[in-house]
C-alpha cells in the first residue's frame, strides 16, 4: 500500500520535476525492478516484476489509500 499523503508532501518539497516517483512495489512493497514501471495519474509507479505490475494495472486504487 501506498500513502499518497507521503508522496504529496514528496511533491510539494521536490525540485519540479514533473513525474512524482513511488520508491517502492505497491502491490508487495519489495524493491522495484528497473523498467517496469507504470504511470497512474501523474506518479510513476515501479514494481519487482510484469505479474505486480499487471496487479496494480488491473486496479490502481486497490493499490493506493488517500
Ligand atoms: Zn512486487
Same mark, same amino acid.
Given at each position: 500500500? @501506498?500513502n499518497?499523503k507521503s @508522496? ?34 501523474? @506518479? ?23
Amino acid at each position: 500500500m @501506498i500513502n499518497i499523503k507521503s @508522496i504529496l508532501k514528496f511533491w510539494k518539497g521536490g525540485d519540479g520535476k514533473k513525474s512524482i516517483r513511488v520508491s517502492n512495489d505497491p502491490v508487495c512493497g519489495m524493491r522495484p525492478t528497473e523498467g517496469i514501471g507504470f504511470v497512474h495519474e501523474d @506518479i510513476k509507479y515501479s514494481f519487482c516484476s510484469d505479474h505486480c505490475k499487471e496487479q496494480f494495472e488491473k486496479d490502481p486504487e486497490a493499490y493506493i489509500t488517500r
